[in-house]
């Protein structure tokens, strides 16, 4: 605000006139007029009142005065790159810091055909230099200009050389710039943005007007606003809290790297969020019940509550059927739960609840809490996942051993390479995937599929491969043991193939339960079965199928023991119909 030496139009954008609160007139596009009606900024509530339509050519030229900068009088100026879609179709030019205003600026300067065209007067832009009001590191107090110049930035059609040196001057003016003027003079950017925004609001010199990142159509076909509503917040942004949730985080095994950033960046940016709504499904909030708690914020300590639903729900969807402790469900009120939940908390005066089933309610929850593993989407963790953390925090601050232990973030799920949908026919169910290639078969595929947060591939021809594998399996398993019924294998000492088939067999047993552990079962795939393979392949070539009797015998259960995990009834019926082992 400080460097402004014009303001910029659109010429080809239709403007509009409108009645804002407080008597003034606003003019913007009507798409900015819409959001400013949801948020308390017209005349009337949630209504635009139209005083004039305007084209942009017709505000070019217009003088005006705006807070903070040291010129007198401003001018509206032409530029063609304004969206009619994005803010309010009216931007503040600050050539001093901004390189798209610089180059809009030096432009107009220097091409009087350019200001011809438009109808600008040479006294509305020849005087007006770029300001100085930040010194910023490496690009000195006029940082748009110095840019410009080392990037050689000929024009704004050099739009790739200045959207890279925006990004430069943007960050490093936030982080490192200093004010060089004003009240504020010496204090950095970072600091003291907020300040200045909220002066600059108290004197009604300014108004937060606030809308969607971009286009959002609802499903009536009707653009989206943001719309300024009563409503409960949960306050994510206050640093003791977001303090307490980053050492849970650094508590939590989030099994790629990746995934624990994108935390923390969610972290870094998380301030308020509105966790309830007046319709559809959910809890009502305790002091207020005239609201939900939103969906998002609601399930975040529900697994709390699995640690004893075995005693209390009654394999009913309501828990009004009877239950194992005869416990109906009004006398589950706010302290028999804290009692549950909480070391600390009260033995409950008012209630029928036994004192024996108390107890047996809250050793259940102490064993059984807290979460080992949450298994969940990556779209979220800037959001849902996130609240997770912080609810837990805030349920259980002085008792860390509460907290989630890991979160395992996975991608979505590609059919044969590419996006699942019902339109283009890639598309295939559970029950489908099943009845196809078998539980084991469609199990196989997905292990194989993909481990990391990146989207997984299911590939139908890796399916088809992996049912004829097993049957293979199978089909060999039972000839060796037919052969092992007539004493067809070596017995005694192990010779040197038989000790290294020994020593590979307990070397892909281990790596492979260290891939279960990591939950890295493409990985686990390769060492518990193709990798297992190829050792015993090697074996039978190097011992010329003279393969000795324990050992054969051991990689037959050991195979299927760690295959188990992934392909559980090929194992199972390898171990108790080939090897007639016992269930």
């Known amino acids: 605000m400080y460097g402004q030496t014009n303001c910029w139009i659109h010429p080809s954008i239709n403007y509009i006139a409108h009645e804002a609160i407080n008597g003034e007139i606003f003019i913007t596009t009507r798409r900015a007029a819409l959001n400013m009606a949801y948020q308390g900024l017209t005349q009337n509530q949630n209504e635009v009142t139209i005083v004039a339509e305007i084209s942009g050519q017709e505000l070019i030229g217009i003088g005006m005065e705006s807070p903070l900068t040291s010129y007198q009088v401003l001018y509206a100026l032409p530029m063609l790159t304004i969206k009619e879609d994005k803010g309010t179709g009216i931007v503040t030019s600050v050539p001093s810091d901004s390189p798209d205003d610089f180059v809009a600026l030096r432009d107009l300067k220097t091409k009087q055909p350019f200001r011809q065209k438009f109808g600008v007067k040479d006294e509305m832009v020849l005087p007006f230099e770029a300001i100085p009001i930040v010194e910023v590191p490496g690009l000195g107090n006029l ?38 003027v004003g009240p504020h003079k010496g204090k950095k950017i970072s600091d003291i943005k907020k300040l200045v925004q909220k002066e600059l609001t108290d004197v009604n010199q300014a108004c937060i007007y606030m809308e969607p990142e971009k286009q959002v159509i609802s499903r009536s076909g009707d653009e989206c606003v943001v719309a300024l509503c009563d409503q409960w917040y949960l306050k994510y942004g206050e640093s003791d809290w977001k303090a307490v949730t980053k050492q849970a985080l650094d508590r939590v095994d989030t099994f790629h790297e990746e995934v ?20 559809g499904l959910g809890s009502k909030l305790p002091w207020d019940e005239q609201w939900l708690i939103e969906s998002l914020s609601d399930s975040t300590i529900y697994m709390a509550y699995y640690t004893i639903a075995h005693l209390i729900q009654g394999n009913s969807f309501d ?18 739960w804290d009692y549950i939940f909480f070391k600390e908390a009260a033995l409950p005066k008012d209630t029928r609840i036994s004192i024996e089933n108390l107890n047996k309610l809250r050793r259940e929850f102490q064993h059984w809490y807290p979460v080992d593993l949450r298994v969940s989407g990556k779209d979220l963790v800037p959001n849902h996942l996130t609240y997770y953390l912080y609810i837990h925090t805030a349920i259980w601050p002085k008792e860390p051993e509460k907290w989630p232990k890991a979160i395992r973030a996975n991608g979505h799920l ?81 010779n040197f193939n038989d000790l290294i088939f020994e020593n590979s067999m307990n070397e892909k047993i281990n790596e492979s339960s260290a891939n279960f552990d990591r939950l890295l079962f493409k990985e686990a795939l390769k060492t518990c079965f193709f990798e297992y393979q190829e050792i015993r392949d090697k074996y039978r070539e190097q011992t010329m199928e003279d393969m000795h009797r324990d050992l054969i015998l051991k990689f037959i259960e050991t195979q299927a023991l760690i295959l188990s995990p992934i392909c ?9 119909e080939v090897l007639k082992k016992g269930r």
């Not at 624990?260 to 319709?279: G, I, P, Q, V």
């Not at 009004?320 to 028999?336: F, G, H, Q, Y």
């Open 568 to 576: 559980p009834h090929v194992a199972e019926h390898i171990w108790t």
């Open 414 to 494: 590609l059919l044969n390479s590419e996006k699942m949908s019902k339109s283009t026919g890639n598309f295939m169910t559970l029950s489908e995937a099943v009845t196809k290639y078998s539980a084991d078969g469609m199990r196989y595929a997905l292990a194989d599929a993909g481990d990391s947060i990146e989207d997984a591939n299911f590939v139908e021809k890796t399916a088809d491969s992996g049912v004829l594998r097993l049957f293979t399996l199978i089909e060999w398993t039972k000839e060796i043991i037919e052969k092992l019924k007539s004493n067809s294998y070596r017995i005694g000492e192990y």
């Open 143 to 180: 940082s748009a200009p110095t840019i410009c110049e080392k990037y050689k930035i000929q024009s704004q059609n050099d739009a790739d050389k200045l959207k890279e040196a925006k990004d430069i001057v943007y960050n490093k003016g936030f982080y490192d710039g200093v004010m060089l």
């Open 319 to 336: 828990g009004r059927s009877p239950n194992a402790l005869d416990i109906r469900p009004e006398e589950m009120t706010p302290e028999v």
């Open 260 to 279: 624990k950033k994108n935390f923390l960046s969610t972290m870094d940016w998380l301030r308020e969020h509105a966790c309830s709504r007046t319709y």
